[in-house]
């Protein structure tokens, strides 16, 4: 199994930037597809981005042109990159790592980090 762990996450102000990572261990992170979710308070978690085993990528509508996904083999990690935030991206972040090819739902994904709080002020 993979144990993953993000971190980057902290307090910014609208139209700044952040860049999480997902630090992957026990597992080559590139034999999963590996998402990334977010979940704000008393709300659903939902799907923001996901990078496949075969490096194919696809985002959720609300953050496409803003956030980029992207996997280092080298330092077996996935990163998120956040351009241009939002005070309604405040949320907790999670990524997570599914056998499936591809999924955005988050039922489908069997390991998960702790999360990292990101908070954006206007």
């Known amino acids: 199994q993979v144990q993953l762990v993000e971190s980057g996450g902290g307090l910014v102000q609208a139209e700044g930037s952040l860049r999480l990572s997902c630090a992957a261990s026990?597992?080559?992170?590139?034999?999963?597809?590996i998402g990334w979710f977010r979940q704000a308070p008393e709300k659903e978690r939902e799907f923001v981005a996901v990078?496949?085993?075969?490096?194919?990528?696809d985002y959720a509508d609300f953050v496409k042109g803003r956030f980029t996904i992207s996997r280092d083999n080298a330092k077996n990690t996935i990163n998120l990159q956040m351009n241009s935030l939002k005070p309604e991206d405040t949320a907790v972040y999670f990524c997570?790592?599914?056998?499936?090819?591809?999924?955005?739902?988050?039922?489908?994904?069997?390991?998960w980090g702790q999360g990292t709080q990101v908070t954006v002020s206007s």
């Open positions: 997570a790592a599914t056998s499936a090819w591809y999924s955005t739902e988050s039922q489908d994904y069997t390991y």
């Open positions: 026990g597992r080559t992170v590139s034999m999963y597809a």
């Open positions: 990078i496949r085993r075969s490096g194919g990528k």
